[in-house]
């Protein structure tokens, strides 16, 4: 780390004790990092790297005279909740409520959820589109498109699913905070995870809209082959088939198939937009 940020002269570095056979390297004595961080003594590579055993006392920081030892023991202390004990929040004097002013609407988040094949996505862009025409900002965060970039990382365990879905809440929810409203659509097939999203945001702000449709009409529609692929076993854990799909309980928006006439897109989105215009969202 040295060797790397060699610009950091105003920290204080002493090494201490560092001759433990678990480094595999010789004792150093006591000494100032500025001897080696200057430019030129951290770009020759002086520093190699050390790697440290957990619960190894292996050096000292001293920064704003505050001392604190470091090992792995103490940081996973620290990490223990994902988040480090000093890490605060830093205010701004421009809030949520400025943003959305200059937007004349509230942001808000609106959950589509429902199985493949549902039209989530089909109905995310007929909303956006309903609503640019009404001069209303929005962003939509697909399921699949998150998966190209922020979430490249994850696969369908059902654990990457979780996490998938925790992402894409608190990017939502960043969205909100931004005065946008935010259109999430992705298939989320579990309600605790839908209402882990729903307490991520103040009471309102979450709008919860289920495609009930059923499933042997997304099994017909398999715009993607995917069920095709499971009832082959090709593909397991696909939800409706060999996963379950937990239906929501209190959604704010029901959207169903009337017989056999499944509503168009633009009709479905225009119950979403009324849904807005009474509850307030499309002004400030």
Request: proline share 4%; aromatic share 8%; glycine share 8%.
């Amino acid at each position: 780390m040295i060797a790397k940020n060699y610009n950091c002269c105003f920290l204080n570095c002493s090494f201490i004790d560092s001759s433990s056979p678990k480094l595999g390297v010789s004792s150093f004595n006591s000494f100032d990092c500025r001897l080696i961080c200057s430019r030129g003594a951290a770009r020759s590579g002086f520093l190699k790297p050390v790697k440290a055993m957990e619960s190894s006392k292996t050096f000292h920081i001293e920064a704003n005279k505050t001392h604190q030892d470091v090992s792995g023991g103490n940081l996973d202390k620290k990490f223990a909740n994902g988040m480090a004990e000093n890490v605060v929040w830093h205010k701004c004097s421009v809030q949520k409520i400025d943003r959305q002013e200059l937007l004349q609407q509230k942001g808000c988040v609106i959950w589509i959820t429902g199985l493949s094949g549902s039209g989530k996505s089909t109905l995310a862009c007929a909303l956006a589109r309903g609503l640019h025409m009404r001069g209303k900002l929005t962003y939509i965060l697909d399921g699949d498109n998150v998966r190209h970039g922020l979430n490249k990382d994850l696969t369908f365990k059902a654990e990457d699913r979780v996490e998938n879905i925790r992402r894409i809440g608190e990017v939502a929810k960043l969205f909100a905070d931004a005065g946008v409203i935010s259109i999430a659509s992705l298939i989320s097939p579990y309600r605790k995870d839908r209402d882990a999203c729903r307490a991520l945001l103040q009471e309102g702000d979450f709008i919860e809209v289920f495609m009930d449709i059923p499933l042997q009409v997304c099994e017909a529609r398999d715009p993607k082959g995917l069920y095709k692929l499971a009832r082959a076993g090709k593909i397991k854990g696909f939800t409706g088939i060999d996963d379950p799909y937990e239906p929501p309980l209190k959604s704010e928006i029901v959207l169903q198939q009337m017989g056999e006439i499944c509503p168009s897109p633009s009709d479905m989105a225009d119950v979403v937009i009324s849904y807005l215009e009474r509850n307030g969202y499309l002004q400030a």
